[in-house]
C-alpha cells in the first residue's frame, strides 16, 4: 500500500507503475521530504527551482501546486511520464503547472536560483551534473538521498567542485547537504573505448551509460552465444544500453531493420554514436526513447534481443524485464523468439512460461543464461 506524500506543502496521492501497469509503488522517499523541506528555508517568489534526477515527480508535484516555477532534468523516458502524470493530477487550477520537463542533458542550457539533486548511483553522473551547474552565477545547491544510498566518495566530488558544504543531521533515515560558491574549475567529460572482442566491434560509452567503463559480462556472454538470425528481416534490440547487441547484428546481417528501444536517453545517444563509429550510420534503424514497448506497435517482429535491468534506482527488482518479456510476447509474430539474458537467481523462466508458448535455454554460464521464448 503507497502512503501519501505529506509535506509543508501540503499532501498528496502519488502513483508510480508496477510491472502490471497498476499504480501501486510508492513515488517518494523521505530524501524527497527533506528536500521540500529545504526549500521551504528560501523566498521562492519569481524564483525558479531546478529539479535533478528525482524519480516519480514528488518534488515536481509539491513545489508545482504553489504555483512554483519547476525545471525538471532526468534520463529516463518512464520518469518523464509519472512526473507529468503526478503534477497534472494533483493541480488544483484550470491552468497547467508551471513545470517544464528537460533531458538530463540540456542542464547546461537551463538557469535556476536553487537546485535539487537526488544522489544518483553513478559517481562520475553526479561529478558530470555538480560541474554543470558550478558554471552557473551563484547556485544554491541542495542534494539528499537514503543514508544507506549515499557512499562517502560523494562528498569529496563536491568539495571538488563548492567552496561551502553543509551536511544536515540524518532525518528519518534520510542525508542532506547544501553546497554553495562553486569553484572555477572545467567542466567534467568523459567517455570510454572498449573492445566487443566480436565483428570488429567497439564501443564509445560516455558518462551515464550502463557498465561504461567495459562491456558487462552478460553481453559477453550474449554476444558469445549470439543467435542466428539469418532468416530475420526485422528485430528489436530491447533495452538497449550502448546498442552492442543490435549493432553485432546488423554487422552479420546489414539488410536486418533494427530498432533500438530504452528508456535512458544517455543510452540511446551512445547507441547513435555506436552505430556511427561502427560504420552502420546507413542502416536501417530507427531508436527510441521509450518505456519499455509501451505504445509501440511493430508488424511482423522476428526476434527480440533483451539484456533486461534487474535494477530500479537501488533495489533488485524484476518488474521491468517482466514488462518487457509480457510486451515482447504481444510484439512477436507467431513463431518469432525472445532471446533474453538474465542472472540465474531471476527466475525469468517462470514468467516467460507465463506467456511464451515454447521456453529453452540457450546458453548459459555460471552466473547467466540466455533464454529463447517463441511466441506461440
Known amino acids: 500500500m503507497r502512503r501519501p506524500f505529506i509535506t509543508a506543502l501540503g499532501e498528496f496521492d502519488l502513483a508510480a507503475p508496477s510491472a502490471t501497469g497498476r499504480e501501486t509503488q510508492q513515488a517518494w522517499n523521505q530524501a524527497d521530504a527533506y528536500l521540500v523541506e529545504k526549500t521551504r528555508e528560501h523566498d521562492l517568489t519569481g524564483k525558479t527551482v531546478a529539479l535533478i534526477n528525482e524519480g516519480f515527480g514528488a518534488l515536481a508535484t509539491a513545489l508545482t501546486s504553489h504555483s512554483i516555477k519547476t525545471l525538471s532534468f532526468h534520463d529516463s523516458a518512464s520518469y518523464e511520464h509519472w512526473h507529468k502524470r503526478n503534477t497534472t493530477q494533483a493541480s488544483t487550477s484550470d491552468t497547467e503547472p508551471q513545470l517544464s520537463v528537460y533531458p538530463l542533458d540540456h542542464l547546461q542550457n537551463e538557469q535556476a536560483d536553487i537546485y535539487l539533486i537526488k544522489l544518483p548511483k553513478n559517481i562520475r553522473l553526479f561529478e558530470r551534473i555538480l560541474s554543470i551547474i558550478a558554471q552557473k552565477p551563484s547556485p544554491t545547491v541542495y542534494v539528499a538521498a537514503m543514508q544507506k544510498h549515499w557512499p562517502a566518495a560523494f562528498y569529496s566530488v563536491a ?13 528519518k533515515k534520510a542525508k542532506c547537504m547544501r553546497l554553495e560558491t562553486p569553484k572555477a574549475l572545467p567542466l567534467f567529460q568523459h567517455q570510454w573505448e572498449i573492445d566487443a572482442e566480436t565483428d570488429g566491434i567497439s564501443l564509445i560509452n560516455p ?45 552479420r546481417m546489414p539488410k536486418l531493420h533494427v530498432d533500438f528501444i530504452d528508456d535512458s536517453r544517455i543510452a540511446l545517444d551512445a547507441c ?17 526513447h521509450n518505456d519499455c514497448l509501451f505504445g509501440l506497435e511493430f508488424p511482423h517482429v522476428d526476434a527480440i534481443l533483451c539484456n533486461p535491468p ?65 511466441a506461440g
Open 159 to 171: 568539495e571538488k567542485y563548492f567552496e561551502k558544504m553543509d551536511v544536515y543531521p540524518g532525518q
Open 207 to 251: 558518462i551515464g551509460v550502463f557498465s561504461q567503463q567495459q562491456l558487462d559480462i552478460g553481453s559477453r556472454l550474449f554476444l558469445k552465444h549470439f543467435p542466428n538470425l539469418n532468416d530475420a528481416n526485422h528485430i528489436i534490440d530491447l533495452g538497449c544500453g550502448n546498442g552492442v547487441l543490435g549493432i553485432c547484428a546488423l554487422k
Open 272 to 288: 547513435a554514436t555506436n552505430l556511427s563509429h561502427n560504420g552502420l550510420e546507413d542502416s536501417t534503424t530507427t531508436l527510441w
Open 310 to 374: 534487474f535494477h530500479q534506482q537501488h533495489q533488485v527488482s524484476t518488474q521491468v524485464a517482466d514488462t518487457m518479456i509480457r510486451q515482447s510476447a504481444e510484439q512477436l509474430k507467431k513463431g518469432g523468439s525472445l532471446f533474453l539474458i538474465g542472472n540465474r537467481h531471476l527466475q525469468y523462466k517462470k514468467t516467460l512460461k507465463r506467456h511464451f508458448s515454447q521456453v529453452t535455454q540457450h546458453a548459459s554460464d555460471a552466473k547467466f543464461i540466455i533464454f529463447e521464448a517463441i
